[in-house]
């Protein structure tokens, strides 16, 4: 059996351990990059071969020790969980779809919004969502169906008005009180939420308008002659209980679970499908989800190896030895959860793991908690928000039928959001919790 596969540091700090990463990013980014086409590489064969180097060159002992060690990654429990919600967003969206809530739904969304406003509309519609529910997973659900069906209508591209939600997502996975990112990131710095939402929101909210400005642009060349038709607001229904289910509070899973037994009974009543089709629908949705869940699968086991192994500590050491300022501080805090997510996939692991060693940095840089707390919370944010095997691009990219790097180019919101975090930490705004003329310390 493995040893010690719990501890928080299994082997000593090694750059070797972070191989891994780099064939995946070898193999699929640049790969993809140099033919020109994403499709080329297959993400789950990118990913079958970055795990098979990571098992390869573990210190885990025998093969069969390896192996076990990268399942046990595998089947983390913030994996599974994530498998779970995936299979159940599978089923609700499909039946969604194939009793015709998409459709209604889109419809009433143009009959509202002129076509030059439907992409900033549906940014503010998955920005409002996202905060109010505290989870970016949860409102990729809920709007991607829609925003493709709306990019179907109007000649826009699927992947531009996935962007648009998973931007939108990302803005209240950041700022809500109820997310997991904002509870980790002021508990480990010591600090109320309340006030760390006053860093925060002052970093994120021109962010946003910004953000805002730059999709009614984008949609400005938008010439649709697409007319709604007649909206059937019955089937609205599952998409409005859904929405308020979230809102207040109530768990993702059985929102999803309400979500797909509204939908099939809607859609019995109006004849868009028998019992046979019903099953056959949630079915599909299962299945078209099984490139996403083989892809967390591997991602989690790839990167359990990449911890195990040394790897993430590895780095934490290098960012944590050349600090001489708060300011330096700052930027360290932003690298080491920045990398800690890029290793995790995860912004709330990655909160986990960087919260207590980034804590230790403001105390000894007088670095305000609030600070530290907002930053930790944006740029885990940040990265989680557009790397192509997180969690937030791979549901987008399952609902919506394109690939995660196809949407990267569209998610100007997290991009700007990091630029303008690095830009605060420069100028040291917000000033008033951007502490200065205290004495550094070496660490």
């Known amino acids: 059996m493995i040893k010690d596969t719990n501890s928080p540091l299994n082997h000593a700090p090694n750059a070797w351990a972070l191989i891994p990463l780099l064939v995946f990013l070898l193999t699929y980014l640049v790969v993809s990059i140099l033919a020109g086409d994403f499709y080329k590489m297959p993400i789950t064969v990118a990913f079958v071969i970055s795990s098979v180097v990571a098992i390869a060159i573990s210190k885990g002992g025998k093969l069969s020790n390896r192996i076990e060690q990268f399942c046990r990654g595998a089947a983390n429990t913030n994996i599974m969980l994530m498998v779970l919600i995936f299979i159940l967003a599978g089923a609700f969206a499909q039946t969604a779809k194939s009793m015709g809530a998409v459709d209604a739904t889109v419809n009433l969304a143009m009959s509202i919004l002129p076509g030059n406003l439907l992409a900033a509309g549906i940014f503010l519609a998955a920005c409002f969502i996202s905060i109010s529910v505290g989870t970016s997973v949860g409102t990729i659900v809920a709007l991607a169906p829609v925003a493709v069906g709306i990019a179907a209508k109007t000649g826009m591209p699927d992947a531009l008005m996935l962007g648009v939600v998973v931007s939108g997502a990302m803005f209240g996975d950041n700022l809500s009180f109820i997310s997991d990112t904002t509870i980790v990131a002021t508990r480990t710095q010591g600090c109320n939420m309340n006030d760390k939402f006053k860093v925060n929101i002052r970093i994120a909210l021109p962010i946003a308008i910004l953000t805002g400005i730059i ?10 002659d697409y007319a709604p038709g007649t909206i059937e607001w019955v089937k609205v229904i599952p998409y409005i209980v859904v929405l308020v289910t979230a809102i207040f509070g109530v768990n993702v899973m059985l929102v999803l679970f309400i979500g797909i037994l509204l939908s099939g009974v809607v859609g019995l009543l109006t004849g868009g499908f028998d019992v046979w089709g019903w099953t056959a629908s949630m079915g599909l949705g299962i299945t078209n989800m099984g490139e996403l869940i083989i892809v967390t699968l591997l991602a989690g086991g790839m990167l359990e190896m990449i911890r195990y192994n040394g790897g993430i500590d590895w780095i934490i050491g290098k960012l944590t030895s050349h600090i001489r300022s708060s300011k330096g501080a700052e930027l360290s805090i932003a690298a080491l959860v920045s990398f800690a997510n890029l290793c995790t996939a995860n912004n709330t692991i990655a909160l986990i793991m960087a919260g207590p060693i980034a804590k230790d940095i403001a105390d000894r840089f007088h670095v305000d908690p609030r600070r530290s707390a907002s930053l930790l919370d944006i740029f885990s944010c940040f990265v989680q928000g557009i790397i192509p095997y997180g969690a ?21 919101y997290p991009y700007l959001l990091g630029l303008g975090a690095l830009l605060a930490i420069a100028f040291g705004y917000p000033g008033k919790f951007a502490k200065k003329g205290f004495t550094s310390a070496k660490i």
């Open 392 to 412: 937030q691009l791979l549901m987008a990219a399952g609902l919506g039928g394109v690939s995660p790097i196809e949407i990267m180019q569209y998610l100007y």
């Open 215 to 224: 999709y009614v642009l984008v949609g400005s060349g938008i010439d649709s």
